[in-house]
């Protein structure tokens, strides 16, 4: 029988079935060891960054001949359809290097993702006849989806204060945003713009009501112990 330093038990064979370490014999080891035996920490492998710089130059390929059929085929009444995947293959790089590998605060990657999702609905509408579709009902009506979002992951992750005040001041900015394109003149006010607006005010309230009670509660339980 032969015993594994790692996983602290005795087995048969030279290789350890849970960890897989090669196993020495103990008529080899030295009664006495000098040193106590630490685990190696392995390095994580260094991100591949060629493969990335592969991946931005066919997307970038990608745009390029799409805009060259694009502007060769268009006319005199075309729309510019090469812009809605240069901003969808933009959003998945968004995605990926921002939302999924990046390390930053999850607020600001949420933040990003309303931006990006505003972005590729102007763009839609502005390639399909500009109908500012997008400034009437779908950005009010995301900013709507995107506070119920921010509410439920306020609700079930555990974070700290500046985190959770900076969501907080989020919800406010994505509810009131489509108000700019009123106040600008692009459109006029509407119910979505309102419901929007309303929507993040509320839960913006509601998010302070219930951190003044924890830190009340946090508090009260600082002093008693």
């Known amino acids: 029988m032969k015993r594994c330093e790692h996983c602290n038990v005795r087995v048969e064979?030279?290789?350890?079935?849970?960890?897989?370490?090669?196993?020495?014999?103990?008529?080899n080891k030295t009664k006495h060891e000098a040193y106590p035996v630490y685990r190696v920490k392995k390095e994580a492998p260094a991100p591949n960054t060629g493969a990335r710089y592969q991946a931005l130059v066919v997307s970038?390929?990608?745009?390029?001949v799409c805009a060259f059929i694009n502007l060769l085929t268009r006319g005199t009444e075309g729309g510019y359809w090469f812009l809605d995947i240069a901003v969808i293959l933009g959003y998945i790089w968004v995605l990926v290097l921002h939302?999924?590998?990046?390390?930053?605060?999850?607020?600001?990657?949420?933040?990003?993702?309303?931006?990006?999702?505003?972005?590729?609905?102007?763009v839609f509408d502005l390639n399909a006849g500009g109908?500012?579709?997008?400034?009437?009902?779908?950005?009010?009506?995301?900013?709507?989806?995107?506070i119920s979002l921010a509410t439920y992951i306020v609700c079930k992750r555990?974070?700290?204060?500046?985190?959770?005040?900076?969501?907080?001041f989020m919800i406010l900015v994505i509810g009131f945003a489509p108000m700019i394109?009123?106040?600008?003149?692009?459109?006029?006010?509407?119910?979505?713009?309102f419901m929007s607006a309303a929507y993040s005010l509320v839960t913006f309230?509601?998010?302070l009501m219930f951190a003044n009670k924890k830190y009340k509660e946090t508090a009260v339980r600082r002093v008693r112990f």
């Open 99 to 122: 939302t999924i590998r990046s390390k930053t605060r999850g607020s600001v990657k949420f933040f990003v993702q309303v931006v990006m999702i505003s972005l590729m609905l102007i």
């Open 158 to 168: 555990k974070m700290l204060w500046s985190e959770y005040l900076l969501y907080g």
């Open 13 to 27: 064979g030279s290789v350890c079935p849970l960890c897989g370490e090669t196993l020495a014999s103990d008529e």
């Open 60 to 64: 970038m390929i990608i745009v390029a």
């Open 181 to 193: 394109a009123v106040e600008i003149g692009v459109v006029h006010m509407f119910w979505t713009f």
């Open 131 to 146: 109908g500012l579709w997008s400034l009437i009902f779908g950005i009010p009506i995301e900013a709507a989806a995107m």
């Open 205 to 207: 309230l509601g998010m």
